[in-house]
């Protein structure tokens, strides 16, 4: 039996996807929108509140073509909290006028292949990288991904060492990425349909194409790599959500 890497396990991740069902929300009168708007904004005041106590944190981006609209990802300590926001959100008038696309449930991971720190101990940047605040760039792309386990290409029937290797390689290649991509990598074996999920933040679009395209060729993404659909798209800050779902 091959040997399981060891993981790092941080805050529970929820990626929200909805789609503004516009026909309804035209029908609203002004009144009844600004009531609505306002709700989604007093919801965003307290994440931005739990943001700032280190308690979680949350990303909300316009999504580009037709799989959604828009998507909220929020980070917090339990999965308890994630339902409670969720269900809060969900029994909103706002949330009326969404339609649920699609999600993803997962847990921030680090996996320790090639660990930075040998001590083994909570080093301050393990700890920002489990506990991260999202960052507020630009863009947004998010897709979740498996390893391969096909015949002569099982990820997880090879020996630590090959792996080790191979996950070496791929940390290289972000590295190269450090600055003009910050990537959220998080483990959904047994949560979700898919291995992992992964977010990346860049305030460069065209960023997302070439780090993905250069991983194509390195082994563990060429050989090993399976791969669900893409979500791209552009910061939603606070201030321009009202003129978002202005009608
Ligand atoms: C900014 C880009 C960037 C950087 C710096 C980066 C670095 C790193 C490091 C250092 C490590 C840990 C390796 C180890 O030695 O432990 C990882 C781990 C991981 N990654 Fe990554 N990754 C990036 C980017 C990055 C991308 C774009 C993808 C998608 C792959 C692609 O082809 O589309 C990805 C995937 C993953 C996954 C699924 C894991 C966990 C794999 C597992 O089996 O556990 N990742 N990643």
Not at 29 to 34: A, F, H, I, K, Y
Not at 36 to 54: H, Q, R
């Amino acid at each position: 039996m091959s040997e399981a890497a060891i993981t790092l396990e941080g805050w529970y991740c929820l990626h929200d996807f909805r789609t503004m069902d516009w026909a309804a929300w035209k029908t609203l009168s002004g009144d009844q929108r600004e009531y609505a708007i306002n709700e989604f904004l007093t919801f965003l005041e307290k994440w931005e509140n739990v943001e700032a106590n280190k308690v979680g944190s949350h990303a909300l981006y316009s999504i580009m073509g037709q799989k959604a609209d828009f998507m909220m990802m929020l980070l917090r300590p339990t999965m308890e909290e994630l339902n409670e926001i969720e269900n809060a959100f969900n029994k909103t008038a706002f949330a009326q006028y969404t339609v649920k696309e699609y999600s993803y449930v997962s847990v921030v991971e680090l996996s320790t292949y090639n660990p930075q720190n040998e001590s083994g101990e909570m080093d301050p940047m393990i700890k920002a990288r489990l506990f991260p605040e999202l960052p507020k760039w630009k863009h947004v792309c998010f897709y979740p991904m498996d390893k391969r386990r096909d015949g002569d290409d099982n990820w997880y029937m090879l020996p630590m060492e090959e792996r080790k290797k191979m996950m070496y390689s791929h940390g290289m290649i972000g590295r190269g990425y450090a600055g003009k991509v910050k990537q959220i990598i998080t483990g959904s074996v047994g949560l979700d349909d898919w291995e992992w999920g992964v977010t990346l933040f860049s305030n460069d679009m065209l960023q997302f194409k070439k780090l993905v395209y250069e991983m194509r060729f390195d082994e563990v993404s060429a050989r090993y790599g399976e791969f669900g659909s893409f979500y791209v798209g552009n910061i939603l800050t606070k201030e321009a959500v009202p003129a978002y779902l202005q009608v």
